[in-house]
């Protein structure tokens, strides 16, 4: 392990803190089953320059019928990007498939800014971008493997003029060294896992890699749950770095607010993978009930299977009984919501919206409940920095808002001594007065002592029939504009 991360001993860290690569990250393919990852390196392909022995990212090594998104860290280009691709898109005798590419897009809005097929042709070719026009916005590089085909369906990229693209070796002996740390209990290399996790430079798979690597020395659910934080792409860097250092400080009880915000960002999947690492034990199956009595985490979570096995055998009576009462009157969410963001994920993925044709549909039909940049109204939640979430989140917060409602946000039913009902955002007034607010953003306000009943639930104010109301066309350009809406990561 010392000699995968190039120490001569363990108390030899400097070596450290040298100037890291970019991270990547895998990421499923929409319109693809998830057999993992496809990705690896390689060092067997030729260039066609005649260079020989360089590591290319591949996804040829793993089985060409696996699929997957591969997407670097975000960065500013210079005058002009280059690299190396060799592959194939479908049978060389057809038309290409337009499946497998080599993507660079925008890091706020997602926009595809410049895009390569392979070359068909198993030696590396050279491809060159002129990104001069680019200056000053952050992008990132996407490889693409979209076919599941069991021959010439694979990608391999490298030699990026910008060397922090690279694959390289350090990248597998971090990776294995994490591995050997964790399953052998090197305890010794402590010092030198909290020097990674600890330092802000490196790429967030990294240090999630070392995190991970801690907890096998260190075992706790809530710990592990925050380990988990940095492989969420909506949440901030400060959030980041909160939860890296309640692991290296072994801090448990200071995760509570850290995970808050994690599941506050994360998409369905990334809340279940949250979920599942704090279902081990009491103490995380209590924190866990908490955020969801809350609403920061969708009580849904209690109905998938990985979560719901653990919990029947760990929860005490006392648990049972809030899991009960958080899962009773959930609403219900079949699989054509299910089928429509898994539709609307793969139509954002081939093409994006128009985002001043989005600002003008959200100005029209949110901005009655919502705010953005000052404009419109405070009922709902304030949707700045929205796109921070990421496509994933945003899309089930737009046709799931059931999904995940905070408990200040969630509708109340209100019955009259006269036997009238009215559902919505309940709001205490001043001189004893209530205000309810519909999904139409229509308020009723009425005296206190008119209301004999009030009746909680789980639900959000917000129609829940959005993908039937806007047209694929629509949504795409509503969903464009909000992931515009982003705010810095670092707050």
């Not at 890091?107 to 990104?131: C, F, H, I, Y």
């Not at 998938?304 to 009773?328: G, Y």
């Not at 989005?358 to 709902?380: D, F, P, S, T």
Request: proline residues 5%; glycine residues 8%.
């Amino acid at each position: 392990a010392l000699s995968k991360l190039g120490m001569q001993t363990t108390e030899d860290l400097d070596v450290l803190d040298a100037k890291p690569l970019f991270g990547w990250n895998y990421t499923p393919h929409p319109d693809a089953p998830n057999r993992g990852s496809c990705w690896g390196i390689t060092t067997s392909r030729t260039c066609s320059d005649g260079m020989t022995g360089v590591p290319l990212f591949s996804s040829y090594e793993q089985g060409e019928q696996r699929t997957g998104l591969y997407r670097s860290e975000s960065f500013e280009p210079g005058a002009s990007l280059s690299f190396y691709v060799a592959g194939h898109d479908g049978f060389p005798d057809k038309p290409l498939k337009q499946v497998n590419f080599v993507r660079l897009r925008d890091s706020a809005s997602g926009e595809v800014l410049r895009e390569a097929s392979p070359p068909r042709n198993d030696v590396a070719q050279k491809v060159e971008w002129s990104t001069d026009e680019l200056a000053g916005r952050r992008v990132y590089v996407e490889l693409v493997d979209g076919d599941t085909a069991g021959a010439f369906a694979w990608i391999a990229v490298g030699r990026f003029s910008d060397e922090r693209l690279n694959p390289s070796d350090a990248q597998l002996r971090q990776a294995e060294a994490a591995a050997l740390i964790g399953d052998f209990a090197i305890t010794e290399l402590r010092p030198a896992i909290i020097r990674i996790i600890g330092n802000t430079q490196q790429p967030r798979a990294t240090r999630a890699l070392f995190a991970s690597a801690m907890l096998k020395l260190q075992a706790d659910s809530r710990l592990a749950a925050a380990a988990r934080v940095p492989s969420i792409a909506g949440v901030t860097d400060t959030t980041v770095d909160a939860a890296m250092n309640a692991l290296v400080n072994s801090q448990p009880d200071s995760v509570e607010p850290i995970l808050e915000a994690a599941f506050q960002a994360a998409s369905a999947a990334e809340q279940l993978g949250l979920a599942e690492q704090l279902a081990v034990d009491a103490i995380g199956m209590d924190l866990l009930l908490r955020l969801m009595e809350s609403g920061k985490a969708s009580a849904r979570l209690l109905l998938k299977p990985t979560v719901r096995q653990k919990l029947e055998a760990i929860a005490t009576d006392s648990i049972k009984q809030r899991v009960v009462r958080l899962t009773e009157n959930l609403p219900t969410e079949d699989t054509v919501i299910e089928q429509l963001i898994a539709a609307r994920r793969k139509a954002f993925a081939m093409s994006l919206g128009d985002a001043a044709a989005g600002k003008e549909l959200v100005r029209k039909n949110c901005l009655i409940c919502h705010q953005i940049a000052g404009e419109g109204k405070q009922v709902g939640p304030n949707l700045d920095g929205i796109g921070n979430r990421g496509l994933d989140r945003v899309l089930e917060d737009v046709l799931a808002p059931n999904r995940n409602v905070d408990v200040a946000f969630r509708t109340t039913t209100v019955v009259t001594h006269e036997g009238k009902a009215y559902s919505g955002l309940l709001k205490e007034l001043e001189g004893g007065r209530v205000s309810i607010t519909d999904s139409q953003a229509k308020e009723t306000v009425l005296p206190a002592e008119m209301v004999e009943e009030r009746q909680p639930s789980t639900t959000s104010p917000m129609p829940s029939n959005v993908g039937d109301t806007l047209s694929e066309a629509q949504l795409r350009d509503v969903i464009t504009y909000l992931l515009q809406q982003r705010r810095q990561t670092g707050g």
